[in-house]
């Protein structure tokens, strides 16, 4: 099989702030598998909180180039081997998960979501996420995303500028909201936060606490109303039994667990938990959110929205219908590049 | 999409004597479903322990015949129904989960292990069950079983008795041995018994007691020098939690879970616990153990010989070649009406 990679700049429609950074554009890594006669595509996200940039990605990369060996079928023995040989590069991993995915199911001739038995007519309400900005700003980004029936707003920055943005928002929307915190609260100031958070009419509330601190997270739960969900505590499946009894769900992001194939372990776990089930994204192009709108039918929620964030995402797949995500028939991730 | 049952009574070579029961035959029941070009085959091997037999099976079945519908490929959706309509059917639920894998396998034109992304180069050592009987009938079976690298042995009686019966055993072989108590000591003879049976080089120990009681699972697993496993405390993926740190690993089986795809779960969910994942089985047909062979690969330990506990199985499937379990190679499980 051939194997090629390919760094693509992601420019961002509204430079992108989160807790703990700011960014205008993203440097994504494409890598396409190809077996002579059908070509799968795949995309590593890196991310820097997780110590990933595309230069890592690339020399992960050209490590493990020749470990898919001759077939797409041989997913398991291949992606421990991936584990084994770039464990730290979970990016990196899952653009090449994803590049077999796509082209086995290619072969087989059938859709993704149909190669893992999913319903394409169950995929989740997917939200549309607000970064961290003045009210006035925020109130135009709100306006922006009418069409959308729930957003993600982020915040963790002091509680006052959350508290403010959070009545910015709820002056201009009645959707549904959903909070990300991005790890970016003290203990004390997220059980403030999640009580105060309650007259705002917030469905959950992702990541209030940095990693760690179970005592904290208990706090946390114990004085929120609504479902608190892990994020970067939970980046892989065996990440789930220490969380169990602290969050009410997990964050699934194919970037944190190295493709498809762990993100249905990490799901398998969290529903063997109780847990609820959230799938997640980068910012990335369509290549990897319509790899994971894929497994979304498996999901509670999705928060799949990092190809609407950039401005010239380079390929279609996966799209937003009445804020429900609506799934390529074609065989495979089913994405195109965009003409 | 045509559904069709039908009951096989199973002779068994030897009258099977487990620490609970004895049987000489064995009630189960196959299920068909067509798609009017191509039919999958699954089957229902009733556990009485777990208040099962031919008559609930076939009345489970006739209760969701429709639900299938006309797609196989609904996996996720078809089984949420099921175990919906009929909870504590889970040898029912495997039947008809069984055959729409064996449909929707045949349908992609690929076996089921490459369905799955596993390698069939992977499949462990199965092991031979020797039941419960006097020495010298034990002596006679070991000798029988003189081409299995592993031997899986039944205990589960009085102490004294149980090592009596070791000490046939050893007297005849030097074979891999596996004990599988059946839940059948208490708590203070399971003590005993495991300090007891690290003289007679014992790889493993299956359920030395009955479920519940956590303190008297853990007083065994620190009393024990191998690992311990779960067969009967763990049916699905939902009862690991609640297992992880009083055994080392669980028995995952078809018929207990309710098919492949739930089996699937519980193995991501004990992996994400660190825990050994072993194979089991009923008194089966070719039909559910070939079912189970192609999810060998996925396991450290298979104990899949159900099938060559019969007289009469009328398929061939999965076959056994130096102790390893060979995987059919056509596509869906690969089973074939024996001539």
């Given at each position: 099989m051939r194997f090629s990679t390919e760094t693509i700049r992601l420019d961002l429609v509204h430079p992108?702030?989160?807790a703990r950074e700011v960014s205008a554009h993203k440097n994504n890594v494409l890598v396409r598998i190809s077996d002579g006669e059908m070509t799968g595509i795949g995309e590593a996200a890196p991310s820097l909180y997780y110590g990933e940039d595309a230069g890592s990605v690339l020399r992960a990369l050209e490590e493990v180039s020749a470990l898919p060996g001759g077939d797409p079928f041989g997913l398991e023995a291949t992606m421990d081997r991936l584990v084994t040989r770039i464990p730290g590069d979970?990016?990196?991993?899952?653009?090449v998960d994803i590049a077999l995915h796509d082209l086995a199911a290619q072969r087989l001739g059938v859709p993704l979501y149909?190669?893992?038995?999913?319903d394409p007519g169950e995929t989740p309400v997917t939200s549309f996420t607000?970064?961290?900005?003045e009210p006035k700003a925020i109130r135009r980004k709100v306006r922006e995303a009418a069409g959308y029936p729930a957003l993600k707003v982020k915040l963790g920055s002091e509680p006052e500028k959350d508290l403010e943005i959070m009545r910015a928002i709820r002056s201009e929307t009645d959707a549904r909201i959903r909070i990300d915190a991005n790890?970016?609260?003290?203990?004390?100031?997220?059980?403030?936060?999640?009580?105060?958070?309650?007259?705002?009419?917030?469905?959950?509330?992702?990541q209030p606490l940095p990693p760690g601190s179970p005592e904290a997270w208990r706090r946390v739960r114990e004085a929120a109303s609504m479902p608190i969900?892990?994020?970067?505590?939970?980046?892989?499946?065996?990440?789930v039994p220490a969380m169990a009894g602290l969050v009410d769900g997990v964050n699934v992001k194919l970037m944190k667990c190295g493709g498809v194939r762990e993100a249905l372990r990490l799901i398998h776990t969290a529903r063997a938990h109780g847990m609820i089930v959230m799938i997640g994204c980068?910012?990335?192009?369509?290549v990897a959110i319509t790899a994971a709108a894929h497994l979304s039918p498996l999901a509670d929620y999705a928060d799949l929205d990092g190809n609407l964030l950039i401005s010239n995402d380079p390929f279609s797949g996966a799209s937003v219908r009445q804020g429900h995500l609506v799934l390529p028939e074609k065989p495979g991730i089913g994405v195109a590049p965009r003409s």
């Open positions: 992108f702030r989160i979970s990016a990196a991993r899952a653009a149909r190669w893992l038995g999913l607000i970064g961290i900005d790890a970016g609260w003290t203990a004390d100031q997220a059980v403030e936060m999640v009580k105060r958070l309650s007259e705002f009419d917030v469905e959950l509330v992702e969900i892990a994020d970067e505590s939970v980046l892989t499946s065996r990440d980068m910012i990335e192009s369509s």
